[in-house]
T-cell receptor
Framework: DSGVTQTPKHLITATGQRVTLRCSPR?????VYWYQQSLDQGLQFLIQ???????AKGNILERFSAQQFPDLHSELNLSSLELGDSALYFC????????????????FGPGTRLLVL | EDKVVQSPLSLVVHEGDTVTLNCSYE??????LLWYKQEKKAPTFLFML????IEKKSGRLSSILDKKELFSILNITATQTGDSAIYLC?????????FGKGTRLHILP
């Protein structure tokens, strides 16, 4: 158990809908990362927040958005869902932001499996 | 464009064998390189490498980074069936983390 929690575990929805995935980082971790993993694309970095502010952006679609709240939990919002958005969505947390120290070790949550029908 | 290539894609060996997994990268503004092990679900952290030539060890696993030649290797000695997993290499640059497609390792008893 990494200490990172994600809800829900599974989510089934229809195309065109909007969903919110939730992540609580490990106690004391200020950075939250979101990843998407699909069979054909592998693990893709989406976005990072550090202490409430966006820190780094990867391959995140405009239909997707995220935020980190004052209590450091984070939400990933996926809208206008398409079949291709079906994937496993991971959240990870670390202490640090963007350096080279050991505080950058990322601990992954168990993931949310999203199925778009 | 940032690029990460892991090889081999897949590897099947017998228990007790030693394996070497490779990761080559082309990443601008490189900061560090991470290795992860992914079994059924979430990746678990193995190593973070920031300096060239310094081997990091954890039990039967070790890893080293060569920042001049832009590659890293992960070694597993005396493999066990519990080592069966996908091993992911992830170079980190400023404001971005790029994952390779992984090496799928299967250890036969």
């Amino acid at each position: 158990d990494s200490g990172v929690t994600q809800t829900p575990k599974h989510l089934i929805t229809a195309t065109g809908q909007r969903v919110t995935l939730r992540c609580s980082p490990r106690s004391g971790d200020l950075s939250v990362y979101w990843y998407q993993q699909s069979l054909d694309q592998g693990l893709q970095f989406l976005i990072q927040y550090y202490n409430g502010e966006e820190r780094a952006k990867g391959n995140i679609l405009e239909r997707f958005s995220a935020q980190q709240f004052p209590d450091l939990h984070s939400e990933l919002n996926l809208s206008s869902l398409e079949l291709g958005d079906s994937a496993l969505y991971f959240c990870a947390s670390s202490v640090a932001a963007d350096g080279t120290g050991s505080g950058e070790t990322q601990y992954f949550g168990p993931g949310t499996r999203l199925l778009v029908l | 464009e940032d690029k990460v290539v892991q090889s081999p894609l897949s590897l099947v060996v017998h228990e007790g064998d030693t394996v070497t997994l490779n990761c080559s990268y082309e990443v601008t503004n490189f900061r560090s390189l991470l290795w992860y092990k992914q079994e059924k679900k979430a990746p678990t952290f193995l190593f973070m490498l920031t300096s060239s030539g310094i081997e990091k060890k954890s039990g039967r696993l070790s890893s080293i980074l060569d920042k001049k030649e832009l590659f890293s290797i992960l070694n597993i000695t005396a493999t066990q069936t519990g080592d069966s997993a996908i091993y992911l290499c992830a170079p980190r640059r400023i404001h971005k983390i790029i994952f390779g497609k992984g090496t799928r390792l299967h250890i036969l008893p």
